[in-house]
């Protein structure tokens, strides 16, 4: 008779637990297939939901880490392949404008300006990527760029550290000039001597979702709102495995399914190698910023 009691307060207590609570998370990204033994870092998935590009160190590709594509078939991620624009060095962090046109990335590859740089490459209708093209000069200095992202307006929002920021890397933005970008400026407000990297818009641009590092040695990842036209205090975000030691990082909005986003980190469960793609729900923007 005491078995039903024990039972619902077990399942209370479970309830409860950081596991239980984090409602928001959706479970791993294309077990297999995207997430496999290897490391999976920022994932970019197509407005129409039908193809994924992700950077991993798997083999197979050219060399380092490199950036990969899979192709949606019957409901699962398929057939991943490397891209043919990877070289012997890294290609990291893609990013798809939102018409599809563009993929941009990061690499230290030879003929960049210094260390990594940001490129695009154009993706054609039928889906064939082309040649890269680096970002103008006001955009690659001889420091590092990294993790490229657009807002609805074209603004780029980047991490680099170069001088001029808060300190190590920081997040810089710039404002779309014609065919290129304005003089990026230093994303004041969110900045901070820790090193921030990895960010990316939400909500159009009126909050951002980034990675920082900390005491402990792990990255974390956190979400500040645009409110009376100021970057509040960050929050950090609510996933169970975003903790002190983990590497969590990599965050970016599912443009198929916007009230979703892929983020990289290792849960203990589901779990299929080093770094792998998690698929949760997106924070909510609440800014009154326009």
């Known amino acids: 008779m005491r078995t039903r009691p024990l039972l619902l307060a077990l399942t209370a207590s479970l309830l409860f637990t950081p596991a239980a609570s984090a409602l928001s998370e959706f479970g791993i990204e294309g077990m297999g297939m995207v997430s496999t033994r290897a490391d999976e870092l920022r994932a970019t998935i197509s407005a129409d939901g039908q193809r994924i590009f992700w950077a991993s160190n798997r083999d197979g590709g050219a060399g380092g880490w490199d950036l990969w594509q899979a192709t949606l078939q019957d409901k699962r991620w398929m057939d991943p392949q490397p891209l043919a624009l990877n070289s012997a060095a890294d290609e990291v962090d893609p990013f798809l404008s939102s018409d599809g046109r563009w993929l941009y990335f990061a690499s230290n590859r030879n003929g960049g300006r210094g260390g990594f740089d940001l490129y695009r490459a154009p993706v054609a209708a039928n889906g064939d990527i082309g ?4 970002l103008d000069a006001a955009i690659n200095r001889r420091q590092d760029e990294r993790a ?11 991490s680099s550290n170069r001088n001029g920021g808060a300190g190590g890397w920081d997040l810089w933005v710039a404002a779309q000039d014609g065919d290129g970008f304005a003089a990026p400026t230093p994303l ?11 960010g990316s818009w939400l909500g159009g641009g009126r909050a951002v979702v980034f990675a920082r ?7 974390q990842v956190w979400v500040s709102q645009c409110r009376q036209q100021r970057w509040s205090e960050a929050a950090l975000l609510s996933l169970s495995f975003n ?11 599912d443009a198929n399914k916007p009230g979703e986003m ?24 609440d800014s009154d910023c326009r």
């Not at 657009?150 to 980047?158: E, I, V």
């Not at 590092?213 to 990255?219: D, L, P, R, V």
């Not at 903790?243 to 909005?253: C, D, K």
């Open 262 to 285: 892929v983020v990289s980190g290792s849960a203990r469960a589901p779990r299929a190698g080093g770094l792998d793609l998690y698929r949760m729900k997106a924070p909510t923007v």
């Open 131 to 134: 040649a890269p093209q680096p």
């Open 213 to 219: 590092s900390n005491a402990q040695g792990g990255t």
């Open 188 to 198: 004041d407000g969110i900045n901070s001597n820790a090193d921030e990297v990895d």
């Open 243 to 253: 903790t002190a030691e983990s590497q969590t990082r990599g965050a970016l909005i």
């Open 148 to 158: 490229p992202a657009l807002a609805d307006d074209g603004r780029l929002l980047f």
